[in-house]
């Protein structure tokens, strides 16, 4: 009796060895969500990269990768964003899951849509972010914070984010710099 298997390497079969599946999405909410995401862009990342031999040379090698700076204060300011609770409402407004009015009105825990501070719009991330008047002083320190944060970053990604379009910024505050952007943008 034969065995059929090839045991031939090709493009395919290299490739896809260090490619993780990516699970059926039925809803938005979970395509958009953190396992997911971060498989497509595992699965994006150039071969190379993917087969270092050790964590530390992974690092450098997607630091290089991306074209970003290391440089500590960067690192502190960014960790603020990704952790606690912080992180936790960035992520649970990012999944539509936050407690904003809008979005508690979406899946009927909430029957008013509405601001609780200006009360004459839909309580959105974008109005919450960047319309509400009753925020204004805060948008302006959060606009100043945004800007120093985009100063440590590579040239071509700042030319990507708009700081005076509120779609931009709000998609940005909620959502980071998307990757496959990035890997646009290099090439």
């Known amino acids: ?21 990516v ?6 909410c979970y395509q958009q969500s953190y396992f997911p995401s971060v498989i497509k862009l595992w699965n994006g990342l150039p071969s190379d990269l993917v087969q270092s ?13 991306l074209n970003l700076s290391s440089r500590l204060s960067l690192t502190r300011n960014l960790k603020h964003f990704s952790s606690g609770r912080l ?17 508690l009105f979406e899946y009927n825990i909430n029957d008013n ?3 609780p501070q200006c009360g004459s719009h839909f309580e959105t991330a ?21 800007n120093i944060l985009l100063s ?5 990604l700042i030319n990507t984010i708009e700081v005076d379009n509120n779609a931009s910024v709000c998609g940005l505050l909620t959502n980071g710099i998307k990757l496959d952007i990035l890997a646009q943008a290099k090439v």
């Open 53 to 65: 031999n050790s964590i530390a040379l992974f690092k450098i090698a997607i630091r290089q990768h």
């Open 126 to 146: 974008m109005h919450y972010f960047c319309v509400c008047s009753h925020y204004e002083t805060d948008r302006i320190l959060l606009k100043s914070a945004v």
């Open 152 to 156: 440590y970053l590579p040239a071509y």
């Open 23 to 28: 699970p059926h999405c039925r809803v938005v």
């Open 87 to 103: 992180g936790k409402i960035l992520t649970q407004i990012r999944l539509g899951l936050s407690p904003l009015n809008y979005q």
């Open 1 to 21: 009796m034969h065995n059929n298997v090839s045991t031939r390497t090709t493009r395919l079969t290299l490739n896809s060895v260090h490619r993780v599946f």
């Open 113 to 115: 849509p509405f601001c």
